[in-house]
């Protein structure tokens, strides 16, 4: 497990972190959510051993030599080497093997092809990414931290990234720490949220928690959805394809079955995630 514990860290323009504790699980997924400036990278940069904290500490159970591997920003690549050669460098940098078999490995670890040879300034967003964590695990690394990885990826690579990252939790059982500002992906794929803001953790709890305290708008869709009558209890705002309302997460499982019982025939049913009412109503 690795914990932070009482983290905080001031620059000259302010204090970015301010007592922030949090927890990583084997094997767990956790989301760092928070709107810019919320102070995400600077924890990011203490935990990958960047920079330091000016108070608090870091206690972590592991054997390997650098037991975390990370991307802060944007993986830092040499954009005229391939990926062969891009991970052979890094490998060599860092100690790790750096034979051929051990770059194929990594590079398939990864989901990229060994055999692509032209410079990786011609890959696409998504697979710059995943070269930068086929680096970022050279060393085994039991912890990873990714700082933004879906900024800038279409709905297909932020899909495909996901199941990357959900596969090399249960995998190879790393425990992965992601940062966004959207809900929407780190809900897909994370047991576990926390929220900051101005530095501060403001929310925590598994994802499941999270939802089912904060999230009261929901989407239905359903073709019939107008001649439904218990809907009108919830005042909905009727779309083409369905509905919105506004409701408690509980009552959702007994209005889908209400719904079906009318004869409507619900495709999907979907919460409208909002960071601001993570941070707005807390549950710490
Ligand atoms: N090297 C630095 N020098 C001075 N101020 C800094 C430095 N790095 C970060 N800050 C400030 O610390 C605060 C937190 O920044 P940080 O980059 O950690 O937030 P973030 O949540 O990662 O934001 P973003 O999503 O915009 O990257 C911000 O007010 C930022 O301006």
New binding site residues.
Partial sequence: MLEAIHLSKS????K??DDVSIQMLPGQICGLL????????????ILCGLIKPDSGKMVMASQRNKPVGGII?RPGLYPYLNAYDNIKLFAGIQGAPANKEAIHQSLLKVGLPVDRKDPVRNFSLGMKQRLGIAIALLNNPEYLVL??PFSGLDPIGVTALINLITDLAVKENISILL?S?LMGELTRCCNYLYV?DK?RLVNKGTTAQLIGHHIHNFNITAQNITSSIVLQKYSPTIGVNGASIVCNADEIPALLNQLLAEGILVTSCTPELSLEQLVNTPLL
């Avoid at 620059?11 to 302010?14: D, E, L, Q």
């Avoid at 928070?34 to 940069?45: C, D, E, I």
């Fill in positions: 620059y000259s323009s302010g970015a972190l928070g709107r810019n400036g919320a102070g995400k990278t600077t924890l990011f940069r920003e700082d933004e940062s500002h900051m530095g």
